[in-house]
């Protein structure tokens, strides 16, 4: 079954700890993007990689470091230097060629409470 | 400054009758919109999309009208059922020449209420 995967569901860490959010996907998709979503908001996009081994910042990526060593993955470090860190992270990609290139399809999310 | 914009925050509609969302954006760089329903911590689920070149796209149930010189789309919905209360996002992006898109830009949302 083809997807993308999110672990885990809910995570909690003390406040300067950094944390990494895992993403793989299994579509042979070659973009994979990182978003937050806070209550009542839409969606900020954090990071995006369109190619394996390159990465681009997004919208708020203070705070934030990705890597893209394999294409089917994409894990998110949120840093102790991000100021609000609790939030709904959601991961997502796509195609870059294609039919379809511009629809995204998104993860399940991970839920992350620093307190 | 918000350049997708979803002005109402929730919407109440009757089972069986036609709901309409409405998304206006400020880009004129876009050229590729999406919508996406969401249900509370889950990820948002691909419902249709269309491109610039085009002004409406049908998918069963769910019809997006693109009106470029007002900056303006909108979701109908016909007939409304109960399964399709949750949370309705507008997305837009530019397809870059490259091949892909550098990220959606997302509105805040509207919340659809399905009333039996």
């Known amino acids: 079954d083809g997807g993308i995967t999110q672990s885990p569901k809910y995570l909690f860490r003390k406040e300067g700890q950094n944390v990494t959010l895992s993403c793989e996907q299994n579509?042979?998709?070659?973009?994979m993007y990182w978003y937050r979503q806070d209550p009542g908001q839409g969606l900020r996009l954090i990071y995006y990689?369109?190619?394996?081994?390159?990465?681009q910042k997004g919208d708020i990526a203070e705070g934030y470091s990705v890597s893209r060593e394999k294409k089917e993955s994409f894990p998110l470090t949120v840093t102790s230097a991000q100021k609000n860190p609790t939030a709904f992270y959601l991961c997502?990609?796509?195609?870059?060629?294609?039919?379809?290139?511009?629809?995204?399809?998104f993860g399940p999310g991970t839920r992350l409470t620093v307190t | 400054d918000q350049q997708v914009k979803q002005n109402s925050p929730s919407l109440s509609v009757q089972e069986g009758r036609i709901s309409i969302l409405n998304c206006d954006y400020t880009n004129s760089m876009f050229d590729y919109f999406l919508w996406y329903k969401k249900y509370p911590a889950e990820g948002p689920t691909f419902l249709i999309s269309?491109?610039?070149?085009?002004d409406k796209n049908e998918d069963g149930r769910f019809t997006v009208f693109l009106n470029k010189s007002a900056k303006h789309l909108s979701l109908h919905i016909v007939p409304s059922q109960p399964g399709d209360s949750a949370v309705y996002f507008c997305?837009?992006?530019?397809?870059?020449?490259?091949?892909?898109?550098?990220?959606?830009?997302f509105g805040k949302g509207t919340h659809l209420i399905i009333q039996p």
């Open positions: 997305a837009a992006s530019i397809i870059n020449s490259g091949g892909g898109a550098d990220g959606l830009t």
């Open positions: 269309i491109s610039s070149i085009k």
């Open positions: 579509l042979n998709h070659d973009a």
């Open positions: 990689s369109q190619i394996v081994n390159d990465f």
């Open positions: 997502a990609s796509s195609l870059r060629k294609g039919q379809g290139i511009g629809e995204q399809y």
